[in-house]
């Protein structure tokens, strides 16, 4: 009992420290020291553990009022890689990603909405061309990581509320990602999509352990990933953060099911939120005209604002981030109108922007599985 007690404890202090090393530029061993309360020398042994996997170099001489100067560490971006991908059950991007979560590489393609077909070749296909065209080894890449528009229950190791990617029920995927495996020669792991766009924006924006954000990401279907004091937040079902299954009408009670013309609560279709959007809609017009009107950006922004503010208020989080759907085409414009939207039912003032990130989803896909890797290399 005691040995694997000393070694978790050995797993963990190595952890504190490399994650400390990569949110710095550059530190020196004493203030990894100060900063995490550990004795120099096991800050000496744990950095002498990472500098000879290649994970941490020196990165030069500190600056010091009195005495010998100190050298500072950084990690090595490129001692290794991870790929992340993202499925909207429209698109599918794969992206090659460093350990400081920058894209090396990317690919992006139409893909049917069919969530066992992508897991059972079209992923693999695609990975296998990324890493060719990146000129990178196979080896230096530890694992990848699929976000798909479901909820992912990953100790069943199964998918659920996943209709607009053919998935009514509940889809097991630990077979699949079996395969995956063998045929990659890295490990895979799922993840929910608007879980790992989080992540992947967190990263970009630095935002530290009290931080808290709401990510939404507006596709097919709508979702959104929880962070909260600086953790994702997801729930004992999995399912924090589908907010397109919310439901709520302003000026009347709750809806009848026996009246055709409202969102069934007991369809496995889409959502009631996704239903009063008319996402469907929306798109189709943004499809034929390149950007929506503005009766249509209200319809999408209002219920969707409704929403928002409820988890602001009852979560008191007071960063919203829109996802990078139509940015470039119509994301101020949607972007306005939430935040007037949100203004209006707030309370409290919250800011609402456009993502940071070039690709949060992959960004954060990818991050998933560098991190799982770095636990091994941790325990090792």
């Known amino acids: 009992m005691k040995a694997r007690v000393a070694a978790d404890l050995k797993e963990f202090n190595r952890m504190l420290v490399y994650r400390l090393v990569k949110s710095n530029a550059s530190i020196s061993r004493t203030e990894i ?9 096991t800050v000496i042994k744990i950095v002498e553990y990472f500098s000879g996997l290649g994970l941490i170099g020196d990165a030069g001489e ?159 279907g709508v979702g959104a990933g929880l962070v909260l004091d600086g953790r994702l937040r997801e729930g004992p079902g999995c399912g924090a953060g589908e907010i397109g299954y919310m439901v709520f009408e302003r000026n009347a009670g709750p809806p009848s099911l026996s009246d055709p013309g409202r969102p069934s609560l007991n369809s496995v279709g889409p959502g009631w939120l996704e239903s009063s959007m008319d996402l469907a809609g929306f798109w189709a017009e943004v499809e034929r005209n390149g950007s929506p009107d503005v009766e249509t950006l209200r319809r999408v922004c209002h219920p969707l604002a409704l929403a928002l503010s409820n988890l602001c208020i009852a979560l008191d989080v007071r960063n919203v981030v829109l996802g990078r759907a139509g940015k470039d085409r119509f994301g101020p414009a949607l972007l306005d109108c939430l935040r007037r939207e949100l203004k209006r039912y707030c309370p409290m ?32």
């Open 33 to 41: 020291s100060r900063q995490l309360g550990l004795s120099v020398p």
């Open 62 to 220: 500190g600056e010091s009022a009195l005495g010998r100067k100190p050298m500072l560490l950084s990690t090595c971006a490129k001692a290794a890689y991870a790929v992340g991908a993202e499925y909207d059950g429209v698109h599918l991007s794969v992206g090659l990603v460093d350990l400081a979560g920058k894209v090396i590489s990317l690919r992006r393609s139409p893909v049917p909405p069919d969530l066992t077909l992508l897991l059972g070749s079209l992923l693999a296909d695609e990975v296998e061309a990324l890493i060719s065209d990146s000129g990178i080894p196979l080896g230096m890449v530890k694992g990848i990581g699929v976000g798909v528009p479901g909820v992912v229950h990953v100790s069943g190791q199964y998918i659920s509320q996943a209709p607009l990617v053919g998935v009514e029920e509940k889809v097991e995927y630990r077979s699949m990602a079996a395969r995956l495996c063998d045929r990659l020669g890295f490990p895979v792991h799922v993840t929910n999509d608007a879980n790992a766009a989080a992540l992947g924006e967190l990263s970009a924006r630095g935002v530290g352990s009290g931080g808290d954000l709401i990510f939404v990401e507006l596709g097919r």
């Open 349 to 380: 003032e919250v800011s609402c922007e456009l993502s940071l990130a070039a690709e949060p989803g992959v960004v954060g896909a990818a991050g998933i599985a560098s991190d799982a890797w770095l636990e091994t290399v941790c325990a090792g």
